[in-house]
């Protein structure tokens, strides 16, 4: 799609309600006025492929023409997707179970697809899991996940049927995570989102990002975690993590662990496990790996196809208002 057809297809399945419920957000924010941020939005929307959202979300109001030129957009976003994945070899992480299948040598746990597993499989499965996680094969941004417990059912019949009224047909043996992660915070497994790019049979790190549960069992950003980027040359965490409130943390507010500062245990595995990873499909050369991290080492949680850009280059991670898209540049241009 062209950056003509994208713009005047979001021109017309806009949410107007939605965009001038923006608009005063942006201008109460701003102090600027109604009118420019208007011809702003739609300048910004027609020069860097920036809608209502990411124009309030990345602070587009507050860049730039230099600044703004380095933000990864939904348009830019989108373009790098279509690009760079092939939609013929998407089908190998557009379902979970099939994800888990392909990619079975950097699970490191057990799991089990409901849709295809015998009662005795499932059986055995609870018999040794007392615990386990289960999730929709087809879920995103941590939606329907479930952590359940084998003991609060009066047999695998009845399970089974729980799973089945929920539409969770994945099981999985429930992560242990590395103990300076579980400090920071235990109630979820706390994943690095790793973004390889695949440019001429090489795998490479763009960017990567903390993902920190808050009080949930899921850390994922749209679900009530926090996030916050790592520098992914050394695996530390330099900035404060932002919830989708906004609401910035040098701390976490449950565990009191320094958030800014924080150093990711055995960093150089988690990022050499996502370029490894990213080389078994790479006709999908733009993936974003949930990564977690183990007493045992680091393992893959899933791999996202269409890795969101709404965590990228957030205005409390930025130096001096530059977005990411230069390190994808410098890769693209390597």
Avoid at 161 to 187: A, C, G, N, R
Avoid at 281 to 305: C, F, H, R, S
Wanted: charged share 25%; aromatic share 12%; glycine share 6%.
């Amino acid at each position: 799609m062209s950056r003509i057809s994208y713009i005047f297809k979001r021109i017309f399945s806009m949410n107007y309600t939605q965009m001038f419920s923006k608009i005063k957000e942006v201008k109460s924010k701003s102090g600027k006025s109604y009118i420019y941020i208007v011809f702003d939005m739609i300048n910004c929307g027609i020069k860097y492929q920036a809608g209502y959202m990411d124009y309030a979300l990345f602070e587009m109001y507050n860049l730039n023409k230099s600044q703004r030129k380095t933000v990864v957009t939904r348009g830019i976003n989108n373009s790098f997707i279509k690009h760079f994945n092939d939609p013929l070899y998407r089908k190998f992480f557009d379902d979970k179970c099939t994800f888990n299948s392909k990619f079975s040598e950097f699970l490191k746990r057990d799991w089990l697809d409901l849709e295809k597993a015998d009662d005795k499989e499932l059986e055995a499965f609870l018999l040794k899991h007392a615990q386990f996680m289960a999730k929709p094969a087809r879920g995103m941004c941590g939606k329907g996940i479930e952590k359940l417990n084998v003991a609060d059912f009066d047999s695998a019949s009845e399970i089974k049927s729980y799973l089945k009224e929920k539409d969770l047909t994945l099981l999985e043996e429930v992560v242990t995570q590395h103990p300076l992660m579980s400090k920071l915070h235990p109630y979820a497994v706390n994943t690095c989102r790793v973004i390889t790019l695949v440019k001429d049979g090489k795998s490479y790190v763009v960017a990567a990002y903390l993902r920190i549960g808050n009080g949930s069992h899921v850390d994922n950003f749209n679900s009530g975690g926090m996030v916050v980027p790592i520098e992914e040359d050394k695996g530390e965490i330099i900035y404060p993590a932002i919830n989708k409130q906004s609401e910035l943390f040098e701390v976490h507010p449950i565990t009191k662990v320094s958030i800014k500062g924080f150093k990711i245990p055995i960093w150089n595995d988690v990022t050499e496990l996502a370029k490894k990873a990213a080389l078994i499909v790479p006709q999908v050369g733009l993936v974003g790996w949930d990564v977690a991290i183990t007493p045992k080492g680091p393992l893959i949680i899933e791999g996202n196809d269409f890795p969101g850009h709404d965590i990228y280059g957030l205005p409390p991670h930025r130096k001096d208002g530059i977005g990411i898209l230069p390190k994808f540049e410098k890769i693209l241009n390597s």
